[in-house]
């Protein structure tokens, strides 16, 4: 089992800067695939971020690409996405969710969910 706990969630103006963390116990955290994940209200959870286990291979939604960048550091257990030049819609809830076998870069393919941090991006 790995339990993830996110945090750095908050309310940032349009063009601002968050720095999300994801904090992992339980199982082997440099074995698995990271990934985050948003949820905004009235819509369906989508991919925003992947890496892999050692941090050698990441992969961006296209609506994210540039802006945001994910990261690990395998010595404290922690996954992060820093989130620049935000924009009102990047707000949502955000995910952390982990993964021990190859799969899509989609919620189906990942096993392992925190409870999510809330991000709100104003004008």
């Known amino acids: 089992q790995v339990q993830l706990v996110e945090s750095g969630g908050g309310l940032v103006q349009v063009g601002g800067s968050l720095r999300l963390s994801c904090a992992a116990s339980?199982?082997?955290?440099?074995?698995?695939?990271m990934g985050w994940f948003r949820q905004a209200p009235g819509k369906e959870r989508e991919f925003v971020a992947a890496?892999?286990?050692?941090?050698?291979?990441?992969y961006y939604a296209a609506s994210v690409k540039g802006r945001f960048t994910i990261s690990r550091d395998n010595a404290k257990k922690t996954v992060y996405l820093q989130m620049n030049s935000l924009k009102r819609e990047d707000t949502a809830d955000y995910y952390c969710?982990?993964?021990?076998?190859?799969?899509?870069?989609?919620?189906?393919?990942?096993?392992?969910w925190g409870q999510g941090t809330q991000v709100s991006v104003s004008s």
């Open positions: 339980g199982r082997t955290f440099s074995s698995g695939g």
């Open positions: 890496i892999s286990w050692s941090g050698g291979t990441t």
């Open positions: 969710a982990a993964r021990f076998r190859s799969g899509t870069y989609s919620v189906s393919g990942y096993d392992y």
